[in-house]
């Protein structure tokens, strides 16, 4: 994989390009803690093969973009506290910071207007880059992803706690196996990823840059953002909100609540589909992508 870095806002983000740059952009913004390796290659490949260029990247403080050390490890779970009884929450930056990091990256690459497509906290980071940004946002794609409206489901009781124990260090094999079963929790029951491909993928990321204490700060970030369903009346991109019906972190609600707050929203929701992008959906999705997307361009 070919990566290249870019600074502005005050950091450093690690993308990559890739596809025919007089093609179509779409953004890919990656979920909580997920380096840009989250998007399976074949399902970027799909897209490039759609005749789309694509543009995905580690968001701040998580793989080779810059990290927030100077801002401590925040205690998550105090910050959920506050918030439930009205405190106010400091974040080390915000999910409207991480829209702007998407928006500076197109700036970088002299990219006026893009699909955006965003999975989980990156689905949410894409739904403020929409409403924030609309003049650079041809179509929205909201993936596993939710409004942040306290009412809705929580996540299943094995996944929450998967995700709230996440260690911070430890042996190296000890973190790697944590991963793996993280990643078989919260994974789709339809499409299981098989034993190598899921040990290969952990174990690359590992390498690449585990970095927790990121992870943190991002899930603050989420807290501290709150009900986004006003925002999400804002949006006047054709909007796209796929989940998975089996989804044990984001339950399917929260894509419902999704695609009601946006005006004109269709909603896909998928059978056997969990929290991640299962190869054996790879077409699938990219089929609806690519074809919500050519309907805004035949349109616009």
């Known amino acids: 994989m070919q990566t290249e870095q870019a600074t502005f806002n005050g950091i450093s983000i690690t993308y990559e390009d890739k596809g025919p740059k007089d093609a179509p952009v779409i953004l890919l913004v990656m979920g909580l803690g997920g380096q840009l390796t989250l998007w399976p290659d074949e399902f970027v490949d799909a897209l490039n093969d759609r005749g789309f ?23 998550v779970k105090w910050m959920i506290v506050k918030s439930v009884i009205g405190l106010p ?17 197109l700036d970088h690459l002299g990219i006026k207007r893009a699909h955006v497509v965003g999975v989980s906290m990156g689905g949410m980071i894409a739904q403020h880059i929409a409403a924030r ?33 996440r260690p911070m260090n430890g042996d190296k094999e000890a973190l790697i196996a944590y991963s793996v079963n993280a990643a078989r929790v919260i994974g789709s029951p339809g499409y299981p990823a098989t034993e190598d491909r899921l040990q290969r993928r952990v174990r690359a990321d590992f390498e690449r840059g585990w970095y927790p204490q990121g992870v943190a700060r991002q899930m ?49 929701t998928i059978p056997g589909m ?14 609806a992508i690519a074809e919500h997307a050519k309907a805004v361009a035949v349109t616009a």
Do not use: C, W
């Open 53 to 75: 260029r694509t543009i995905r990247y580690d968001n701040r403080d998580v793989g080779l973009s810059t990290r927030f050390d100077a801002a401590g490890v925040p205690n």
């Open 89 to 105: 929450i400091r974040p080390a930056y915000t999910l409207a910071d991480m829209a702007a990091d998407g928006i500076g990256l």
């Open 133 to 165: 940004y609309p003049e650079r946002v041809l179509s929205l794609t909201s993936v596993m992803s939710t409004t942040g409206n306290r009412r809705l489901p929580r996540a299943q009781k094995e996944a929450m706690q998967v995700l709230a124990n």
């Open 220 to 268: 603050a970030a989420i807290v501290a953002d709150g009900d986004r369903r006003e925002l999400l009346r804002n949006i006047k991109a054709p909007t796209l909100v796929i989940h998975g019906e089996d989804d044990p972190l984001v339950p399917l609600p929260g894509g419902r609540d999704t695609a009601e707050n946006i005006a004109g929203a269709r909603l896909l």
């Open 274 to 287: 969990g929290h991640d992008l299962p190869l054996g959906l790879v077409d699938m999705m990219a089929d």
